[in-house]
T-cell receptor
Framework: GAVVSQHPSWVICKSGTSVKIECRSL??????MFWYRQFPKQSLMLMATSNEGSKATYEQGVEKDKFLINHASLTLSTLTVTSAHPEDSSFYIC?????????????FGPGTRLTVT | GNSVTQMEGPVTLSEEAFLTINCTYTATGYPSLFWYVQYPGEGLQLLLK?????DKGSNKGFEATYRKETTSFHLEKGSVQVSDSAVYFCALARSTNAGKSTFGDGTTLTVKP
């Protein structure tokens, strides 16, 4: 199997506080992890690509200082939303790839619903 | 750059109806193609994939064939069930880009009993 977990599954925080979301690959080592934000009309927006031991690569328009990504090991990546505001409320999804081969399918976590009040 | 265009939804079908969700792509080289499915309140999961031209991916009664000549990867199922109600995403990935995928906007399918 290829299971990816996220924690927490939902979180409510006050405006101005920071929130950390964890993404773990449970039964494989993930060479690369991705962070997405999903908007209400279902479109998936790639925020950043994360490789273990190196700095994340952010997509254009994503604030690096606001969305801090740390890829501490081959099984764990974290996304910290700093000084959260109501407009950061969204569904955040991570995914991981095993690497190698030709397919590069992604294994997705179940998502984290963030609500900023 | 790479792009994926899929049929706009929502799509509403009666149980046992035939399903087609169109997907076309633009990419250089030879990408791998995927269909992912997202059930309500959940993350995405891989439904099927194809890695080269003329490959057919299949799973749970769903099929899609990698057509390089038409740059398409249409999703089909002969008889849908209520439990197939979900959002379906077409995507491509290239090995030269470390698996970074390009997704379509998703198509919502609702199957009514």
């Amino acid at each position: 199997g290829a299971v990816v977990s996220q924690h927490p599954s939902w979180v409510i925080c006050k405006s101005g506080t920071s929130v950390k979301i964890e993404c773990r690959s449970l039964d494989f080592q993930a060479t690369t992890m991705f962070w997405y934000r999903q908007f209400p009309k279902q479109s998936l927006m790639l925020m950043a690509t994360s490789n273990e031991g190196s700095k994340a690569t952010y997509e254009q328009g994503v604030e690096k200082d606001k969305f801090l990504i740390n890829h501490a090991s081959l099984t764990l990546s974290t996304l910290t939303v700093t000084s959260a505001h109501p407009e950061d409320s969204s569904f955040y999804i991570c995914s991981a790839t095993k690497g190698g081969g030709a397919a590069y399918e992604q294994y997705f976590g179940p998502g984290t619903r963030l609500t900023v009040t | 750059g790479n792009s994926v265009t899929q049929m706009e939804g929502p799509v509403t079908l009666s149980e046992e109806a035939f399903l087609t969700i169109n997907c076309t792509y633009t990419a250089t080289g030879y990408p791998s193609l995927f269909w992912y499915v997202q059930y309500p309140g959940e993350g995405l999961q891989l439904l099927l994939k194809a890695t080269k031209a003329d490959d057919k991916g299949s799973n749970k009664g769903f099929e899609a064939t990698y057509r390089k000549e038409t740059t398409s990867f249409h999703l089909e199922k002969g008889s849908v069930q209520v439990s197939d109600s979900a959002v379906y995403f077409c995507a491509l990935a290239r090995s030269t880009n470390a698996g970074k995928s390009t997704f379509g906007d998703g198509t919502t399918l609702t199957v009514k009993p």
